[in-house]
């Protein structure tokens, strides 16, 4: 049977990674096999790609900025995603191609349909199960910021309110397979919530 695929979205700090690791430990805890990986870098040519695309010092075009996080995806989806899925596992994605809309869409204003090209070519058509988006605004994404930021953290406000809107309305017209939570809920909350919809998920899929 094939597996279940799990993406975690939002903006910078929502708290996809905390909510992810203990997503994972639930899992696993009844006996469920869980690989938890992430855009970029879940593959070893994706870190190097991580690297290039969120620490260069060049400024880096958006159009090649959209090639690089579709090659991170091609690499990740063929070589670790899908024959994870086909053993059986749950994949835990922290970020996937909601992220390239929002982000290279939405915020850097590429056009549609050359979103979508790299997309379809990066995914083959895959898509999640599943999508949480945590969602939080700007001011309180700010607020748990640290100084190390990387080349897009230092984008805007103006920036990351598009990107924002943009998960909500990738959001909206997704509705089958996204559930928004507010991030700004105690840490505990957002992850009952969380189990709770996983839970139901595996149930209607085990039915
Ligand atoms: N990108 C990525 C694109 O532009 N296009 C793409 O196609 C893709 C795939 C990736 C960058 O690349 C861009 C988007 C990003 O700019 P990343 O590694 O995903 O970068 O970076 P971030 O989103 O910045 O990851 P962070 O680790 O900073 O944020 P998380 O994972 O959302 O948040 P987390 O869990 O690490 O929590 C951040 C802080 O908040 C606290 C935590 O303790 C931590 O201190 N926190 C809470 N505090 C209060 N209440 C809660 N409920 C909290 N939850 C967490």
């Known amino acids: 049977m094939r597996g279940l695929f799990i993406t975690f979205e939002g903006i910078e700090h929502c708290g996809k990674t905390t ?14 096999e869980v690989v938890m990986t992430r855009e970029p870098g879940g593959t070893t040519i994706g870190a190097a790609i991580r690297e290039l ?5 060049e400024q880096i075009d958006t159009v090649s900025e959209l090639l690089l996080f579709a090659a991170d995806r091609a690499q990740h989806v063929r070589t670790l995603i899908l024959p994870a899925l086909e053993r059986g596992a749950i994949v835990i994605s922290d970020r996937f191609h909601d992220s390239t809309r929002a982000y290279q869409g939405w915020g850097r204003g590429i056009d549609t349909a050359l979103i979508d090209r790299a997309i379809a070519l990066a995914t083959d058509g895959l898509d999640p199960d599943l999508t949480v988006l ?8 700010r607020s748990r910021g640290d100084d190390a930021s990387d080349r897009i953290e230092q984008d805007s406000d103006v920036f990351f309110t598009k990107v924002r809107d943009g998960f909500l309305a990738i959001a909206r017209g997704s509705q089958d397979r996204t559930i928004v939570i507010d991030g700004t809920l105690s840490i505990e909350r957002v992850a009952s919530k969380i189990r709770e919809a996983v839970g139901e998920h595996l149930a209607s899929v085990s039915t």
């Open 53 to 57: 695309v969120l620490h260069s010092k």
């Open 134 to 141: 945590m969602d939080i605004d700007v001011p309180t994404s």
């Open 19 to 32: 909510q992810a690791v203990r997503l994972v430990e639930s899992l696993r805890s009844v006996g469920h």
